[in-house]
């Protein structure tokens, strides 16, 4: 594997990762579905099973960081910020957690398709 390669791959994944994660949040309002075309086509920009499923959890990592550095923010207000920060934490958490599995199925299905 030359150095060329290993770069398209690397790109690849970020393609794919980007692709899914801008898919996943405008198609937020399909609770199945939307992670699932997600997947279906970052796995596709992937090109191969291993890349997509690398792709899959890269959006995850990021909105997880992003959800923990940004919550301490809310919580510097008294009281009101506590409350507001424990239950955006916890329903970022979920909403993740919701959006793995579809969005590794989709991400699975796409690059079993890709050329």
């Given at each position: 594997?030359?150095?060329?390669n290993?770069?398209r791959?690397?790109?690849?994944?970020?393609?794919?990762?980007?692709?899914?994660?801008?898919?996943s949040?405008?198609l937020?309002?399909l609770?199945?579905?939307?992670?699932?075309?997600?997947?279906f086509v970052?796995?596709?920009?992937?090109?191969?099973?291993?890349?997509?499923?690398?792709?899959?959890?890269?959006?995850?990592?990021?909105?997880?960081?992003?959800?923990?550095?940004?919550?301490?923010?809310?919580s510097?207000?008294?009281?009101i910020?506590?409350?507001?920060a424990?239950?955006f934490?916890?329903?970022?958490?979920?909403?993740?957690?919701?959006?793995v599995?579809?969005?590794?199925?989709?991400?699975?299905?796409?690059?079993?398709?890709?050329?």
């Open positions: 594997m030359t150095s060329d290993v770069t791959r690397g790109q690849g994944v970020l393609a794919a990762s980007g692709w899914m994660l801008g898919l949040i405008a937020i309002w609770p199945l579905f939307g992670p699932l075309i997600a997947g970052g796995g596709r920009k992937a090109g191969a099973i291993g890349p997509a499923l690398m792709a899959v959890f890269l959006p995850g990592i990021v909105v997880g960081l992003t959800a923990m550095f940004l919550g301490p923010l809310l510097m207000i008294p009281l910020g506590g409350i507001f424990a239950a934490g916890t329903a970022g958490a979920l909403v993740s957690a919701m959006q599995v579809p969005l590794l199925i989709g991400a699975a299905l796409g690059a079993m398709t890709a050329k």
